[in-house]
């Protein structure tokens, strides 16, 4: 009789053993735009307290599936759209919808910005290049990442490096930013861009115009700033890249990644390595200079609850070798000279939130660049060298730098306010430095105000206070306005000063080689500068797929004092650093996008770009023009998980002012024209782990440029009548090794 009662109890009790067990829960990722499935996005699911914690990748048809005792987090993150964080309880199956961040301009932004802010919300207008253009590009440094962009001219210089102009503006006009942190080692006012690896770059965010008030000297033209990943983006990351290009390119990148609760580290490292291009008719010396590159860097990053301290050290050193030719009479030996350059960062970074309207950031970094030069001379019947007396050299230059603020607001806000201070030091040493060392401070207080009077005006005013310890500064100011007309339609207009005292390079180096004799001048005077910019931007969307856009913007810079390198009168071989009454370049700029979400990306562009110098004693130069013209294409064909990438530009004839001291006038020459073509494939293997990219670079195999008018050459071709921009088309073929939880 008691039977029955028994079994029932048995079985009650295995139901509910059976409920305290874990039960399968389905998921389904799906793009929010098109409902695609999403194949290889990544899950983290964390138990409540945190002490269960696994990953999870979905497979082709977006499915995953896992087993949980309770209810969990789940955070799925995809490459390309945005983070999702939900809960989910044990048995439940849902879709889970991602959104893309590469449409309709939407990306997060950080430069310049309050608090990191969509890219069609900041009040500047923010060019975004995300770690899928990098990779669909396949570039190795930011000097190939940046050639084909618009209103963006590239140089090379044999014993300098590469370097950029940007709106008709280059060299220290240009604020060059790693995670906002100033990089250092101009060689005639220009960072080397070849030594910029991009190996853990997640995105490049550029700025055309003056950013005076927020970065200070060097950012009359506008700013570069270069993003690194995030240690904590992943449980878990690993990453192998291997590189070769038919020029003789050879590199190998690899990083690691990881985080452990509130704990995350990573590690990186890379070699690249060039054998030199072009040989001279003696068959040893080298137009391209073969060299070896090698990059380490390391972060660590500890959360808080409402704050984070990260802590960062970067290193970089070079070898390039530059082979002289063969010695008369018996054609034995050689001078070789061996350049050395070597980089350190060292940074921390502290963000603590008082509330989520109230925030402090602060960066503190030291920065060191030495380049070292050595003058061997190279005897080939025995296969020895002997350093050469009295022409070895080495130059250093450290920064010393320390940027807090604090801002108050957000999105919603009305009304916002930052204020900081940003002190920078940087010192030189070496011999080649007046009296062996010299220094130079440049400490700032900056605010701007953030008012909304209605919901589609933005109104940003701002204000620099500097003092330097070598120059008078004047009261920095700027006034950004930013107007919704609709949805779609984003006018924005901008008024700035700006202000760069000459640097230490410009006012104290004696830079002499073969192709150089560069001297400083302490006379100099600091440059200002007004500038006015305007940009309407409309973009439409034409179904949920379909989205087009076009941008004008009209840029005017007009600075005064500006410092230019001329040859001393009477010698047109030694070059030194003068100052320009007035050099103004102006222009304008078109875009037209379009984005057949998620295949196909076309982009076209076209700038007309003036410059002018005036000088007193002098008659004007009168503006001179030029136009650029760009266009790129980007394929994904999905049954395969292939890419196909194409990016060209016609860079117009370019005319190059200088005001001369030979004879008080100003001369031009003009670098003709010419156009690039690169083109790729990439395909997708193994759940998207293995990559393999093939392509060609410099298509229309351009090396060096034809250079006319007055004086033929310059300070940079070495008196020669052309330009240096490529080594020539090539070939590449890439494998990249990811492994992600």
Known sequence: MYKTPRLLLAVFLLFLSAMAGAQECRLQFLDKINNDPIAYANVLVTSLNGKSVSGYVSDIDGKVSFSIKEESKIHVTYIGF?????????GESKNIYLKSISYNVNEVVVTGQYIASRQDKSIYKVKVLNSQDINRKASVNIKEM???????RTTHDNALGSSIRMQGLGGEHIKLLIDGVPVIGREGGNIDL?????QNVDHVEVIN?????????NALAGVINIITKEPDRLVFSSNLDAYYESVGSYNLNAGFSSRIKKNSFSINAGRNFFDGYGKSAAGRSLQWKPKEQWNFDGDYKRKYENAYIKLGASYFTQE?????DLLPSYYETAFDKYFYTNRLVLRTDINYEFSKKSRVNTTASYSKYDKIKNTYLNDLTILKKYLVPDQQDTTRFDNLMLRSDYSFGDENSIFRFLVGVDLNQEMAYGKRIKDNEQRIGDYAAFLSFNYYPIRSINIQPGLRFIYNTKFNAPLVYSLNVKYDATERLIIRGSLASGFRAPSLKELYLEFVDINHDIHGNPDLKAETSVNTNVMIQFNSMQGRTYEWGLEMNLFNNNIKDNIQLIPLVGNDNLYTYVNVNKFI?????FNFNNNVYPFLKVKFGLTFTGQSIENEGSSPSGFEYYNDFNTSLNYWYKKWDMNFSAYYKYNGKYPQLYFTGVNEETEIRFMEPYNTLDINISKWFWKRRINLQVGGKNLFDNTNIAVAGSQGGGIHTGGGTSVPVNWGRTFFVRLQLKFNK
Request: charged share 25%.
């Open 146 to 152: 940046l050639s084909t962009e618009l209103n963006i």
């Open 82 to 90: 945005e983070d999702v964080i939900d809960t989910i309880s044990p």
């Open 194 to 198: 070849d030594q910029i690896n991009l």
């Open 320 to 324: 390039l070798r530059d082979k002289g």
């Open 585 to 589: 370049s102006r222009g304008v700029e």
């Open 209 to 217: 115009g003056p950013m005076s008030v927020v970065y200070g000297s």
